[in-house]
């Protein structure tokens, strides 16, 4: 089944915004358009019931059968229960936050094992906890294309590692770790895992019981939807995380990995995710679901994106790879890669690059899109980075063209 670009396109109020209309969107990585499901109920909850949720009247009921909503409507996507989903303002809070938590099981001596892949958000928060007596290993990059090595993991690993942090995709290589490979060899050395998931949960959200990871972090407001944080945390994880919240909050579940309480509108205004994954569903395929079930539909929907993903970051890796002037970071090929490409020109700054390319009407990205790790250990100068074209199934073989356009005439 192929997608229908048009139908996609009228889900995003974007692209019929006036201001926009000369412009093309190369910088989904550092956040997706918005689709109209999640802005209408971001409006409508805002008109109607801006109240506390779940206090016994009728706008407060609705408030709170808004929010449990979202809970409910995302979880098939993840497969995973309603109750294993929790919301937070950021990836980086919610690492932030779980840092502490996991504080409740781990002990001074206790191993964890961090890489220099990842966005820093599950870096640096990991690393931190040697003030408190946990012994950090670091999962190290190879130097000369920035991947993850399974050998040196299982090197890494003893009686004494507890929790294992990793990316599922790298914001900077656009390559995607064997997440589902990792997390077995973990398990079986009972070992904890926390997966970063914001560079690859725009491209469809996984199958996280598939995947095996304990933890599952991703960020809404790169999945078409509000900025909101949510994590996946499975519930033998959950009974090992303490308190977080208000002493008389610590049983409330959805509270208790949230010290600043919920931002009511905008996990309302998630449920509109689901909603337009439901009518991606629903308009290209013209079969109930049925005793199928939502596995079914999630992993047709993620099929729909992957496919017309695949085409346009062909056809653009293709002409960069085939560049004089430009050094691709990260695979060549677009097998076992997100269609996130980080470029070094040769003939100018990254960021000279991308300006010029806005004044064009193509926004892109540079900097070190805060992997400062593995941009040090690439040898990549981090106060020029990278150029970062990032695109997610709305780019068309047109924005495509456009932006080889205005490479050819920069480069």
């Known amino acids: ?37 999640t802005i209408d109920l971001m409006n409508g ?29 995302l979880a098939p996507y993840l497969n995973v229960t309603p109750q294993e989903i929790y919301f937070g303002p950021s990836t980086s809070q919610n690492t932030y936050v779980l840092a502490n938590a996991v504080l409740g099981f781990l002990q001074a001596g206790d191993e964890i094992i961090v890489t220099n892949q990842d966005h820093e958000a599950n870096s640096g928060v990991w690393r931190k906890l040697q003030a408190h ?26 009686d004494k590692t507890k929790l294992l942090v990793f990316p599922h995709c790298s914001n900077i290589l656009g390559e995607i770790n064997p997440v589902q490979e990792i997390c077995q060899l973990a398990r079986q050395a009972g070992v904890k895992t926390v997966v970063d998931g914001v560079s690859y949960a725009g491209h469809g959200l996984p199958d996280v019981a598939a995947l095996g990871a304990d933890v599952y972090l991703l960020s809404l407001y790169k999945v078409y939807g ?5 994590m996946v945390v499975r519930s033998a994880m959950a009974a090992l995380l303490t308190n977080q ?6 049983g409330a579940r959805e509270k208790r990995l949230s010290p600043a309480g919920p931002d009511h509108a905008q996990i309302a205004a998630a449920k509109g995710v689901s909603q337009y994954f439901d009518a991606l569903y629903q308009h290209h395929f013209d079969d109930d679901v049925g005793d199928r079930g ?15 993903e695949q085409t346009t970051l062909a056809k653009l890796l293709s002409y960069l790879h085939q560049h004089t002037k430009v050094r691709i970071i990260g695979p060549t090929e677009p097998s076992n890669r997100a269609p996130t490409i980080s470029i ?37 100068d981090l106060d020029t980075g990278v150029s970062r ?22 480069l």
Not at 12 to 27: D, I, K, T, W
Not at 133 to 158: D, F, H, N, P, Y
Not at 245 to 250: E, L, P, Q, S
């Open 245 to 250: 919240g208000h002493y008389f909050n610590h």
């Open 45 to 73: 909850y805002y008109q109607r019931c801006k109240v506390q949720p779940y206090h016994l009247h009728a706008p407060a009921q609705e408030a709170g059968a808004q929010m449990d909503a979202s809970y409910h409507g």
């Open 133 to 158: 007596g946990i012994v950090v290993r670091e999962w190290a990059v190879e130097g000369e294309t920035g991947s993850l090595c399974l050998s040196k993991l299982q090197a890494l690993l003893s």
């Open 389 to 410: 074209f990032s695109m997610v199934h709305y780019n068309t073989l047109d924005d495509v063209d456009r932006l080889i356009e205005g490479l050819d005439q920069l």
């Open 226 to 230: 509000p900025h909101q944080g949510l």
């Open 1 to 37: 089944m192929k997608l229908d670009i048009n139908f996609v396109r009228k889900q995003f109020p974007a692209f019929a915004e006036p201001s926009l209309q000369q412009q093309v969107m190369f910088e989904n990585a550092g956040g997706s358009y918005v689709s109209r499901q």
């Open 294 to 308: 939502a596995i079914y539909q999630a992993q047709a929907v993620r099929n729909l994106l992957h496919q017309a």
């Open 344 to 380: 070094l020109p040769q003939r100018q700054s990254p960021q000279k690059l991308v300006q010029d390319l806005g004044g064009m009407g193509i926004m892109a990205g540079s900097g070190h899109f805060y992997s400062a790790r593995l941009l040090d250990a690439l040898g990549i």
